[in-house]
Protein backbone atom coordinates (compact mmCIF):
# COMPACT_ATOMS: atom_id res chain seq x y z
CA UNK A 1 0.00 0.00 0.00
CA UNK A 2 1.38 3.51 -0.61
CA UNK A 3 2.70 5.09 2.84
CA UNK A 4 0.58 8.12 4.57
CA UNK A 5 1.92 10.88 3.87
CA UNK A 6 2.09 13.90 6.34
CA UNK A 7 3.34 17.11 6.55
CA UNK A 8 4.27 18.14 9.97
CA UNK A 9 4.41 21.85 11.32
CA UNK A 10 5.51 22.14 14.59
CA UNK A 11 5.83 25.82 15.43
CA UNK A 12 6.31 28.30 17.98
CA UNK A 13 6.13 28.16 21.78
CA UNK A 14 4.27 24.45 22.58
CA UNK A 15 3.70 23.55 19.23
CA UNK A 16 7.07 21.58 19.07
CA UNK A 17 6.36 20.37 22.48
CA UNK A 18 3.37 18.84 22.04
CA UNK A 19 3.39 17.99 18.13
CA UNK A 20 6.58 15.88 19.25
CA UNK A 21 4.10 14.15 21.19
CA UNK A 22 1.53 13.45 18.72
CA UNK A 23 3.59 12.17 16.65
CA UNK A 24 5.07 9.67 18.95
CA UNK A 25 1.54 8.82 19.11
CA UNK A 26 0.52 8.67 15.61
CA UNK A 27 3.58 6.63 14.86
CA UNK A 28 2.80 4.10 17.20
CA UNK A 29 -1.07 3.68 16.04
CA UNK A 30 -0.31 3.29 12.30
CA UNK A 31 2.68 1.12 13.42
CA UNK A 32 0.11 -0.99 14.98
CA UNK A 33 -2.41 -1.30 11.56
CA UNK A 34 0.51 -1.84 9.33
CA UNK A 35 0.30 1.27 7.80
CA UNK A 36 3.42 3.16 6.51
CA UNK A 37 4.13 6.52 7.25
CA UNK A 38 6.22 9.33 6.08
CA UNK A 39 6.61 12.37 8.16
CA UNK A 40 8.20 15.53 7.02
CA UNK A 41 8.87 18.71 8.62
CA UNK A 42 7.98 21.93 7.98
CA UNK A 43 9.77 24.99 9.99
CA UNK A 44 7.39 27.54 9.48
CA UNK A 45 5.97 30.52 12.71
CA UNK A 46 6.58 33.23 14.29
CA UNK A 47 10.56 32.12 14.97
CA UNK A 48 10.99 31.31 11.76
CA UNK A 49 9.93 34.48 10.31
CA UNK A 50 12.43 35.96 12.39
CA UNK A 51 15.43 34.27 11.16
CA UNK A 52 14.02 34.13 7.36
CA UNK A 53 11.63 37.19 7.20
CA UNK A 54 9.33 34.59 5.54
CA UNK A 55 5.87 33.76 6.55
CA UNK A 56 4.48 31.15 4.15
CA UNK A 57 6.35 31.11 0.42
CA UNK A 58 4.92 29.81 -2.33
CA UNK A 59 7.03 27.19 -2.69
CA UNK A 60 6.74 26.07 0.42
CA UNK A 61 2.59 26.06 0.09
CA UNK A 62 3.18 24.22 -2.91
CA UNK A 63 4.79 21.42 -1.19
CA UNK A 64 2.10 20.99 1.44
CA UNK A 65 -0.47 20.35 -1.60
CA UNK A 66 1.65 17.39 -1.88
CA UNK A 67 0.76 16.17 0.96
CA UNK A 68 -1.96 13.56 2.77
CA UNK A 69 -2.99 15.69 5.82
CA UNK A 70 -0.79 18.75 8.08
CA UNK A 71 -0.43 18.17 11.36
CA UNK A 72 0.17 21.78 12.51
CA UNK A 73 1.08 22.85 16.37
CA UNK A 74 0.68 26.20 17.14
CA UNK A 75 1.86 29.98 15.45
CA UNK A 76 2.23 33.00 17.15
CA UNK A 77 4.77 34.97 19.52
CA UNK A 78 3.58 36.39 23.09
CA UNK A 79 1.29 38.80 22.87
CA UNK A 80 3.46 41.52 24.08
CA UNK A 81 6.52 41.18 21.65
CA UNK A 82 7.43 44.09 20.10
CA UNK A 83 9.47 42.16 17.38
CA UNK A 84 6.76 40.62 14.98
CA UNK A 85 3.73 42.63 14.15
CA UNK A 86 0.74 40.76 16.03
CA UNK A 87 -1.04 39.00 13.51
CA UNK A 88 1.27 38.94 10.71
CA UNK A 89 2.06 35.01 11.30
CA UNK A 90 -1.60 34.55 12.31
CA UNK A 91 -2.64 36.25 8.79
CA UNK A 92 0.13 35.08 6.39
CA UNK A 93 0.77 31.64 7.29
CA UNK A 94 -2.02 30.12 9.38
CA UNK A 95 -5.08 31.87 8.22
CA UNK A 96 -3.02 31.47 4.52
CA UNK A 97 -2.91 27.82 4.71
CA UNK A 98 -6.56 27.48 6.10
CA UNK A 99 -7.74 29.53 3.09
CA UNK A 100 -5.47 28.48 -0.04
CA UNK A 101 -6.34 25.07 0.85
CA UNK A 102 -9.57 25.68 1.26
CA UNK A 103 -10.45 24.66 4.77
CA UNK A 104 -14.00 25.74 5.07
CA UNK A 105 -15.07 23.31 7.73
CA UNK A 106 -13.25 23.73 10.78
CA UNK A 107 -14.44 20.81 12.99
CA UNK A 108 -13.76 21.06 16.66
CA UNK A 109 -15.67 18.33 18.76
CA UNK A 110 -16.06 18.90 22.72
CA UNK A 111 -16.64 16.02 24.88
CA UNK A 112 -16.69 16.11 28.85
CA UNK A 113 -14.49 12.90 29.03
CA UNK A 114 -15.01 10.70 32.35
CA UNK A 115 -12.56 11.66 34.86
CA UNK A 116 -12.19 15.12 33.80
CA UNK A 117 -13.32 18.26 36.39
CA UNK A 118 -15.43 20.67 34.79
CA UNK A 119 -15.18 24.29 36.19
CA UNK A 120 -19.30 23.70 35.83
CA UNK A 121 -21.01 22.22 38.77
CA UNK A 122 -23.29 20.31 36.85
CA UNK A 123 -22.20 19.96 33.34
CA UNK A 124 -24.34 17.50 32.47
CA UNK A 125 -23.20 14.72 29.62
CA UNK A 126 -21.51 17.33 27.12
CA UNK A 127 -20.63 15.97 23.87
CA UNK A 128 -20.91 18.36 20.90
CA UNK A 129 -19.52 19.46 17.50
CA UNK A 130 -18.82 22.83 16.49
CA UNK A 131 -18.69 23.29 12.75
CA UNK A 132 -17.01 26.55 12.45
CA UNK A 133 -16.96 28.23 9.04
CA UNK A 134 -13.34 28.82 8.38
CA UNK A 135 -12.78 30.20 4.96
CA UNK A 136 -14.76 33.73 5.69
CA UNK A 137 -16.35 36.17 7.86
CA UNK A 138 -14.08 39.00 9.39
CA UNK A 139 -11.60 36.73 8.90
CA UNK A 140 -10.56 37.67 5.27
CA UNK A 141 -9.01 40.86 5.84
CA UNK A 142 -11.40 43.19 4.08
CA UNK A 143 -10.66 46.40 5.65
CA UNK A 144 -8.56 49.00 6.18
CA UNK A 145 -8.08 52.24 8.11
CA UNK A 146 -7.86 55.79 7.55
CA UNK A 147 -6.60 58.68 9.31
CA UNK A 148 -4.33 56.04 11.53
CA UNK A 149 -3.09 57.30 14.82
CA UNK A 150 -5.00 60.55 14.83
CA UNK A 151 -8.34 61.39 16.76
CA UNK A 152 -10.20 60.80 13.38
CA UNK A 153 -8.75 57.55 13.00
CA UNK A 154 -12.29 54.84 11.50
CA UNK A 155 -11.21 50.94 10.83
CA UNK A 156 -13.18 48.90 9.22
CA UNK A 157 -13.10 44.78 9.27
CA UNK A 158 -15.72 43.83 7.09
CA UNK A 159 -17.32 40.16 7.00
CA UNK A 160 -17.45 38.37 3.97
CA UNK A 161 -20.38 35.54 3.90
CA UNK A 162 -21.05 34.21 0.46
CA UNK A 163 -23.82 32.18 -0.34
CA UNK A 164 -21.84 29.64 -1.46
CA UNK A 165 -19.64 29.70 1.46
CA UNK A 166 -22.42 29.45 4.06
CA UNK A 167 -24.33 27.10 2.02
CA UNK A 168 -21.99 24.51 1.95
CA UNK A 169 -20.65 24.72 5.74
CA UNK A 170 -24.38 24.89 6.59
CA UNK A 171 -24.58 21.65 4.59
CA UNK A 172 -22.23 20.28 6.31
CA UNK A 173 -23.48 20.95 9.62
CA UNK A 174 -26.85 19.14 8.96
CA UNK A 175 -25.11 15.69 7.16
CA UNK A 176 -23.31 15.77 10.37
CA UNK A 177 -26.57 16.47 12.55
CA UNK A 178 -27.89 13.44 11.11
CA UNK A 179 -25.23 10.64 11.33
CA UNK A 180 -25.32 11.98 14.99
CA UNK A 181 -27.97 9.74 17.72
CA UNK A 182 -29.62 13.19 18.65
CA UNK A 183 -30.20 14.81 15.06
CA UNK A 184 -30.11 18.29 16.26
CA UNK A 185 -28.41 21.19 14.64
CA UNK A 186 -27.99 24.89 16.76
CA UNK A 187 -26.46 27.87 14.29
CA UNK A 188 -25.56 30.24 16.02
CA UNK A 189 -25.60 33.80 14.63
CA UNK A 190 -26.81 37.35 15.53
CA UNK A 191 -29.54 38.64 13.33
CA UNK A 192 -30.87 40.53 15.54
CA UNK A 193 -28.08 42.61 14.40
CA UNK A 194 -26.09 41.86 11.80
CA UNK A 195 -29.18 41.46 9.66
CA UNK A 196 -27.15 41.39 5.84
CA UNK A 197 -24.89 38.53 7.03
CA UNK A 198 -27.64 37.10 9.56
CA UNK A 199 -30.21 36.73 7.25
CA UNK A 200 -28.29 35.11 4.76
CA UNK A 201 -27.18 32.48 7.06
CA UNK A 202 -30.92 32.19 8.32
CA UNK A 203 -32.26 31.80 4.74
CA UNK A 204 -29.11 29.30 4.00
CA UNK A 205 -30.35 27.38 7.16
CA UNK A 206 -34.21 27.11 6.37
CA UNK A 207 -33.78 26.00 2.64
CA UNK A 208 -31.25 23.36 3.84
CA UNK A 209 -33.26 22.24 6.58
CA UNK A 210 -35.58 21.56 3.93
CA UNK A 211 -33.25 18.34 2.46
CA UNK A 212 -32.54 17.60 5.85
CA UNK A 213 -36.06 16.84 7.87
CA UNK A 214 -34.82 14.26 9.65
CA UNK A 215 -32.63 17.22 12.08
CA UNK A 216 -34.18 19.39 14.14
CA UNK A 217 -32.83 22.97 13.98
CA UNK A 218 -32.93 25.01 16.98
CA UNK A 219 -31.44 29.20 16.77
CA UNK A 220 -29.45 30.76 19.13
CA UNK A 221 -27.97 34.35 19.02
CA UNK A 222 -24.54 34.49 20.05
CA UNK A 223 -24.63 35.86 23.61
CA UNK A 224 -27.75 34.01 24.36
CA UNK A 225 -25.39 30.57 23.56
CA UNK A 226 -23.09 31.77 25.82
CA UNK A 227 -25.36 31.66 28.47
CA UNK A 228 -26.74 28.13 27.49
CA UNK A 229 -23.03 27.14 26.99
CA UNK A 230 -22.20 27.38 30.18
CA UNK A 231 -25.76 26.47 32.20
CA UNK A 232 -27.31 24.15 30.19
CA UNK A 233 -24.15 22.77 27.26
CA UNK A 234 -25.73 19.09 27.17
CA UNK A 235 -28.33 21.06 25.15
CA UNK A 236 -25.88 21.09 22.07
CA UNK A 237 -25.21 18.00 19.38
CA UNK A 238 -23.81 20.26 16.43
CA UNK A 239 -23.44 23.84 16.37
CA UNK A 240 -22.83 26.02 12.65
CA UNK A 241 -21.64 29.49 12.93
CA UNK A 242 -19.30 31.63 11.16
CA UNK A 243 -15.87 31.84 11.75
CA UNK A 244 -15.76 34.52 14.34
CA UNK A 245 -18.39 33.35 16.42
CA UNK A 246 -17.01 29.67 16.12
CA UNK A 247 -13.41 30.74 17.43
CA UNK A 248 -14.74 32.41 20.71
CA UNK A 249 -17.52 29.57 21.34
CA UNK A 250 -14.73 26.92 20.91
CA UNK A 251 -12.62 28.74 23.57
CA UNK A 252 -15.46 28.69 26.26
CA UNK A 253 -16.33 24.98 24.83
CA UNK A 254 -12.58 23.67 25.24
CA UNK A 255 -13.00 25.30 29.07
CA UNK A 256 -15.75 24.24 29.94
CA UNK A 257 -15.41 20.86 28.90
CA UNK A 258 -11.72 20.55 31.52
CA UNK A 259 -9.75 22.76 29.45
CA UNK A 260 -8.09 24.09 26.47
CA UNK A 261 -5.48 21.21 26.87
CA UNK A 262 -7.87 18.55 25.50
CA UNK A 263 -9.33 20.81 22.76
CA UNK A 264 -8.75 19.01 19.25
CA UNK A 265 -9.80 20.45 15.84
CA UNK A 266 -9.92 19.77 12.10
CA UNK A 267 -9.61 22.39 8.91
CA UNK A 268 -10.90 20.26 6.74
CA UNK A 269 -11.62 20.40 2.79
CA UNK A 270 -14.30 18.11 2.64
CA UNK A 271 -14.26 18.40 -1.17
CA UNK A 272 -10.60 16.96 -0.82
CA UNK A 273 -8.90 19.28 -3.21
CA UNK A 274 -6.40 19.62 -1.06
CA UNK A 275 -4.84 18.54 1.93
CA UNK A 276 -7.18 19.15 5.57
CA UNK A 277 -5.08 20.18 8.43
CA UNK A 278 -5.22 19.04 12.07
CA UNK A 279 -4.25 21.39 15.03
CA UNK A 280 -5.19 21.67 18.93
CA UNK A 281 -7.50 24.26 19.37
CA UNK A 282 -4.89 26.80 21.37
CA UNK A 283 -2.52 28.83 20.44
CA UNK A 284 1.64 28.43 21.34
CA UNK A 285 1.03 29.59 24.95
CA UNK A 286 4.30 31.54 25.85
CA UNK A 287 3.77 31.60 29.14
CA UNK A 288 4.36 27.84 29.58
CA UNK A 289 6.18 27.26 26.10
CA UNK A 290 9.63 25.60 26.66
CA UNK A 291 8.76 24.32 30.13
CA UNK A 292 7.36 20.34 29.90
CA UNK A 293 3.94 22.07 31.13
CA UNK A 294 1.79 21.96 27.56
CA UNK A 295 -0.73 18.84 27.81
CA UNK A 296 -0.09 17.96 24.63
CA UNK A 297 -3.95 15.77 24.51
CA UNK A 298 -5.26 18.73 22.26
CA UNK A 299 -2.54 17.56 19.74
CA UNK A 300 -3.15 14.10 20.06
CA UNK A 301 -6.84 13.96 19.72
CA UNK A 302 -6.09 16.09 16.82
CA UNK A 303 -4.27 13.72 15.09
CA UNK A 304 -6.67 10.69 15.80
CA UNK A 305 -9.40 13.19 13.86
CA UNK A 306 -6.52 13.04 11.13
CA UNK A 307 -6.18 9.75 11.00
CA UNK A 308 -10.35 9.40 10.82
CA UNK A 309 -10.25 12.12 7.75
CA UNK A 310 -7.74 10.00 6.12
CA UNK A 311 -10.40 6.66 6.63
CA UNK A 312 -7.98 4.90 8.98
CA UNK A 313 -10.65 4.48 11.27
CA UNK A 314 -8.80 1.71 13.28
CA UNK A 315 -6.10 4.07 14.15
CA UNK A 316 -8.02 6.22 14.89
CA UNK A 317 -9.92 4.76 17.92
CA UNK A 318 -6.81 3.25 18.89
CA UNK A 319 -5.47 6.64 19.75
CA UNK A 320 -9.26 8.41 21.05
CA UNK A 321 -9.70 4.98 23.28
CA UNK A 322 -6.00 5.27 24.33
CA UNK A 323 -6.66 8.83 25.37
CA UNK A 324 -9.98 8.42 27.02
CA UNK A 325 -7.95 5.31 29.46
CA UNK A 326 -5.11 8.06 30.58
CA UNK A 327 -7.68 10.80 31.16
CA UNK A 328 -10.04 8.78 33.42
CA UNK A 329 -6.41 8.13 35.43
CA UNK A 330 -5.42 11.59 35.85
CA UNK A 331 -5.24 12.86 39.33
CA UNK A 332 -5.80 16.68 39.61
CA UNK A 333 -2.49 16.79 41.95
CA UNK A 334 -0.16 14.89 40.53
CA UNK A 335 1.22 17.50 37.28
CA UNK A 336 2.74 15.14 34.57
CA UNK A 337 5.46 16.70 31.91
CA UNK A 338 4.43 17.06 28.09
CA UNK A 339 6.56 14.04 27.26
CA UNK A 340 5.24 12.06 30.33
CA UNK A 341 1.57 12.60 29.04
CA UNK A 342 2.66 11.88 25.16
CA UNK A 343 4.05 8.62 26.89
CA UNK A 344 0.99 7.31 28.91
CA UNK A 345 -1.35 7.92 26.01
CA UNK A 346 0.99 5.90 23.40
CA UNK A 347 1.89 2.70 25.75
CA UNK A 348 -1.83 2.44 26.14
CA UNK A 349 -2.27 2.60 22.04
P1 LIG B 1 -3.10 30.31 23.96
O1 LIG B 1 -4.10 29.29 23.60
O2 LIG B 1 -1.75 30.14 23.40
O3 LIG B 1 -2.97 30.38 25.57
C1 LIG B 1 -4.07 30.72 26.42
C2 LIG B 1 -3.85 30.11 27.82
O4 LIG B 1 -4.03 28.69 27.73
C3 LIG B 1 -2.43 30.33 28.34
O5 LIG B 1 -2.47 30.52 29.74
C4 LIG B 1 -1.74 29.00 28.05
O6 LIG B 1 -0.68 28.67 28.93
C5 LIG B 1 -2.89 27.99 28.17
N1 LIG B 1 -2.68 26.82 27.31
C6 LIG B 1 -2.75 26.80 25.96
N2 LIG B 1 -2.49 25.57 25.50
C7 LIG B 1 -2.25 24.79 26.58
C8 LIG B 1 -1.90 23.40 26.73
N3 LIG B 1 -1.78 22.56 25.68
N4 LIG B 1 -1.73 22.94 28.00
C9 LIG B 1 -1.87 23.76 29.05
N5 LIG B 1 -2.19 25.08 28.95
C10 LIG B 1 -2.37 25.59 27.74
O7 LIG B 1 -3.71 31.73 23.56
P2 LIG B 1 -3.04 33.21 23.54
O8 LIG B 1 -2.19 33.39 24.73
O9 LIG B 1 -4.15 34.10 23.28
O10 LIG B 1 -2.13 33.22 22.25
C11 LIG B 1 -0.72 33.02 22.24
C12 LIG B 1 -0.23 33.07 20.81
O11 LIG B 1 -0.77 31.96 20.07
C13 LIG B 1 -0.66 34.32 20.04
O12 LIG B 1 0.39 34.71 19.21
C14 LIG B 1 -1.85 33.84 19.23
O13 LIG B 1 -2.05 34.58 18.06
C15 LIG B 1 -1.44 32.44 18.90
N6 LIG B 1 -2.54 31.49 18.63
C16 LIG B 1 -2.28 30.57 17.66
C17 LIG B 1 -3.20 29.58 17.40
C18 LIG B 1 -2.90 28.57 16.38
O14 LIG B 1 -1.76 28.42 15.98
N7 LIG B 1 -3.86 27.82 15.90
C19 LIG B 1 -4.38 29.51 18.16
C20 LIG B 1 -4.61 30.47 19.15
C21 LIG B 1 -3.65 31.46 19.39
C1 LIG C 1 -7.64 29.42 16.49
C2 LIG C 1 -6.83 30.71 16.61
C3 LIG C 1 -6.77 31.39 15.25
C4 LIG C 1 -8.20 31.73 14.84
C5 LIG C 1 -5.87 32.64 15.16
C6 LIG C 1 -4.52 32.41 15.76
C7 LIG C 1 -5.75 33.09 13.74
O1 LIG C 1 -7.39 31.54 17.59
O2 LIG C 1 -7.22 28.54 15.74
O3 LIG C 1 -8.66 29.30 17.16
O4 LIG C 1 -8.72 32.79 15.25
O5 LIG C 1 -8.78 30.95 14.11
MN1 LIG D 1 -9.01 30.61 18.73
Known amino acids: ?46 EHWLES ?23 GAAPGDTRIPSGLIEREMLLKLRFSLDHYVNLRPSRLYQGVASPLANPGPIDFVVVREGTE ?5 NGGALRVGTAQEVATEVSVNTAYGVERVVRDGFRRASARPRKKLTYVHKHNVLVYAGHLWKRTVE ?4 EFPDVAVDYLHVDAAM ?35 LAASGNINMDRTAPSMFEPVHGSAPDIAGQQK ?44 TAAIGDAICAAV
Open 227 to 261: IFLVTDPARFDVIVTDNLFGDIITDLAAAVTGGIG
Open 207 to 210: AVAA
Open 1 to 46: STPMNIAVIPGDGIGPEVVAEAVKVLEKAVSAEDIELQLTEYKLGA
Open 137 to 141: GPYVG
Open 294 to 337: ADPTAAILSAALLLEHLGYDAAARRVEHAVIADISQRSPDAARS
Open 53 to 75: GETLPDATLQALRGHDAILFGAV
